[in-house]
């Protein structure tokens, strides 16, 4: 009897154990686990391939389109980095599994220049150049990441990959500032990101249901000159909804986000 007994003690100790863990499972266990999946799926999802190289199909349609007028004036084409043509994925695991934490751990990411090649994005962007395009990446990594993010895209032959063409942030300029730059030298043909600022200050700091009025109202650009990437790990829809306050607890962040879940 004892030797039956001792073991179920154990066994029931252990149950106990496990569901009085579950039960207080941490916000930032929750939070984790919404991360796990959004970062699996941009390593492991053939879907996500699939709808980064149509992204830069359609992108390679719209820039035809542009060369069959043969205007003679100078042109551009504006990309973001993160997310569009470099793949940081490998960060944002580092991040989920504690290993890293922003910003600092971002900016180690940077210096190591390991962001792989968004599907699509190499071959689009020399074919740009090839055909005498402009190319500018207008990124929000500041000042310090710059000669880390010009390795990178040097390691995989991203061309005009230079001091000139990549724009990273300084103090407070946005991205429309450094736009805005480009547009006095040339036509903006195409703007191409993962983040709706990435095409119009106009999307900036808005709460969700803006956002999406903001997306109708401009809606006819998106496929023409706006094209957009999926991005399902981090962006302004995440800070959104979380009133764009990342000091706040997890647990406060849990509670906005659940705020959002619709069950009907």
């Known amino acids: 009897m004892k030797k039956i007994l001792i073991p179920l003690i154990v066994i029931s100790m252990i149950?106990?154990?496990f569901v009085a863990k579950n039960k207080q499972l941490p916000e930032k266990e929750l939070i984790n686990?919404?991360?796990?999946?959004?970062v699996l799926w941009h390593?492991?999802?053939a879907e996500y391939h699939a709808l980064s190289y149509q992204a830069y199909n359609l992108a390679t349609l719209r820039l035809n389109e542009d060369i069959a007028r043969n205007q003679d004036h100078p042109k551009a084409v504006i990309v973001d980095?993160?997310?569009?043509?470099l793949n940081n994925s490998a960060y944002n695991a580092r991040e989920m599994l504690g290993l890293a934490s922003y910003p600092q751990g971002f900016y180690d990411w940077i210096a190591e220049a390991e962001g792989s090649v968004i599907p699509g994005a190499l071959?689009?962007?020399k074919y740009a150049d090839d055909n005498g395009y402009e190319i500018f990446y207008i990124t929000n990594r500041n000042i310090r990441g710059k000669e880390g993010t010009i390795r990178n895209l040097l390691k995989y032959d991203f061309p005009q990959a230079?001091?000139?063409?990549v724009l990273c942030k300084e103090e407070n300029n946005s991205k429309q500032n450094r736009r805005e730059m480009v547009a006095e030298n040339y036509e903006i043909?195409?703007?191409?990101?993962d983040n709706l600022i990435d095409f119009s200050e106009v999307f900036k700091n808005r709460p969700v249901a803006e956002r999406f009025e903001m997306v109708e109202k401009f809606k006819?650009?998106?496929?023409k000159k706006f094209i957009m990437l999926p991005n399902s790990m981090h962006g302004e829809w995440l800070k959104a909804l979380i009133d764009y306050d990342r000091s706040q607890s997890d647990e406060i962040k849990l509670k906005k986000m659940l705020n959002y879940l619709r069950t009907e």
């Open 81 to 85: 980095v993160d997310e569009t043509v």
């Open 123 to 125: 071959e689009f962007l």
């Open 220 to 223: 006819t650009e998106f496929g």
């Open 33 to 38: 686990e919404a991360q796990l999946y959004s």
């Open 162 to 165: 230079d001091t000139v063409h």
């Open 43 to 45: 390593q492991t999802a």
């Open 15 to 17: 149950i106990f154990i």
């Open 189 to 193: 043909v195409l703007l191409i990101g």
